[in-house]
């Protein structure tokens, strides 16, 4: 069974599945478009099955690492390969093997559901119909409609449905829920579970809904300014972050001198520490700095990603 060692910076370490072979892997993976560096010497490594969480700030270069992968795009240097293969060398036959849902969820607007289904079904060998059906009952979608006439929610639900349906080895999911109601969300990350699990595709899941990251993800990767800053579970990561509250009479220390600062911040008279890698220890350290109570608090995925995408925003977070 893979193995996701946890990893803040590089270099990490990563222990390959039972076959050794990645879904996803890249060397060095770099993309400059003209003085924007979007990707810097990335090394990510997927192992198959699963779903994989990628998470960043805005201009992180998600996107961009998927039209690499997917030989949309050239790489200023290094390599990306997916399913084993360059990616500026997929075949068609490659290509049939990778979903690909996006939230802008491009499908011709002329074209009748019927029709779109048609044309699917002939385009992939290992088309599901049972598959297609169970996740498409979900939406209410008329076989003679046009897809330019779906809702949002709909036409979302109707892409997860054809990507999941090409029985894909890989699915990538691109900001696949933008837009959508809490109870279509719901319906697609339910059909997202069910079909992971009884299909065995990995999943990788591009999303700024930490709720949703939570709900379906195996292993957390955290990309910060096209570089990898995290790949463990979850869990594991939230459980490196500590979120501590102190009352200090006088002066409190500087930001400098606070071991693992992520983010501080004033409420109340109290100063709110977001901390990474400190055991019991930074309790205290609080102390011994001029505390007269410390309490320690459980951190949520939410407010430990952005803990840690914060810290190097200029002046974020210091109160
Ligand atoms: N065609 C382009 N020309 C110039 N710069 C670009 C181009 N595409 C992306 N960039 C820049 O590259 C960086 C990464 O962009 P990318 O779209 O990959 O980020 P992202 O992580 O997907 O962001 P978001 O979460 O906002 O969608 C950004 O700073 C962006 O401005």
Redesign the pocket.
């Known amino acids: 069974m893979a193995v996701i060692a946890p990893h803040i910076a590089a270099p990490y370490v990563i222990t390959a599945n039972d076959d050794g072979e990645y879904v996803i892997e890249t060397r060095a993976l770099s993309k400059r ?2 003085r ?1 560096l ?1 990707l810097d010497g990335l090394d990510l490594r997927i192992p198959r099955g699963r779903i994989h969480a990628i998470v ?10 998927f039209r690499l992968l997917l030989g949309f795009l050239a790489p200023s240097s290094g390599s990306a390969r997916i399913l084993g293969r360059d990616s500026q060398r997929l075949t068609p036959d490659d290509r049939g093997r990778i979903g690909f849902v996006n939230e802008e969820h491009t499908l011709p607007e002329w074209m009748s559901v019927a029709a779109v289904i048609a044309m699917q079904r002939h385009h992939y060998p290992r088309w599901n119909q049972a598959t297609y059906d169970s996740v498409a009952g979900n939406y209410h979608l008329l076989p003679e409609q046009k897809v330019g006439q779906l809702s949002r929610g709909e036409r979302a639900g109707f892409n997860l449905a054809l990507a999941l349906a090409q029985s894909p080895e890989l699915l990538i999911l691109d ?1 696949p829920t933008l837009g959508l109601d809490v109870v279509a969300k719901r319906a697609f990350l339910e059909s997202l579970l069910h079909t992971n699990l009884s299909e065995r595709c990995t999943v990788i899941y591009c999303s ?1 809904q930490m709720e949703e990251i939570e709900r379906v993800a195996d292993n957390l990767i955290v ?1 910060e300014r ?1 570089r990898l800053r995290n790949m463990s579970p979850p869990d594991e990561f939230c459980a490196r972050v500590g979120h501590w509250i102190a009352e200090f009479p006088f002066r409190a220390p500087e930001a400098a001198l606070v071991p693992g600062l992520l983010q501080v911040q004033q409420i109340d008279g109290l100063h709110h520490y977001l901390v990474l890698d400190q055991g019991p220890d930074f309790e205290h350290f609080l102390y011994a700095a001029g505390a007269r109570s410390v309490h320690g608090m459980p951190v949520s995925l939410d407010r430990a990603v952005n803990g840690l995408l914060a810290q190097n925003h200029i002046g974020a977070g210091r109160g």
């Open positions: 478009y003209g924007k979007a960043g700030a805005n201009g992180a270069g998600k996107s961009t690492l900001e700024h990309l096209g």
